[in-house]
């Protein structure tokens, strides 16, 4: 996703059971948001849709973190290409990526 006031790179880490409430986020940054397509992925974070990791992108990210996630104990995240995933706890997510702890859906 983008901001569209903006267009900066939004990355939401969700719960995989989880279906994103886009207009909850929009309301939560106060902004509207855009779908972002291919190009604007791998331009902004240097990885390709489907394999987008938490961390290590090209260029600054705000990342929001599913509340949910942190009912588990460990929890999966793609690993910069879309068949590889690396294991780390929530609490690490969150302070590796600094990303804020939200409701999602």
Do not use: C
Request: aromatic residues 6%.
């Amino acid at each position: 996703m983008n901001l569209k006031s903006t267009n900066q790179p939004l990355l939401v880490v969700a719960s995989g059971s989880n279906r994103i409430d886009e207009k909850l986020i929009a309301q939560r940054l106060n902004d509207k948001l855009g779908k972002a397509d291919a190009d604007f992925v791998r331009e902004s974070t240097g990885f390709v849709i489907g394999g987008v990791p938490p961390l290590g992108h090209k260029n600054p990210v705000l990342t929001l973190i599913d509340e949910d996630l942190f009912q588990y104990e460990t929890i999966w995240a793609a690993a910069g290409h879309p068949k590889s995933v690396f294991q780390l706890t929530p609490d690490e997510l969150e302070k590796m990526t600094k990303g804020q702890v939200v409701p999602v859906i």
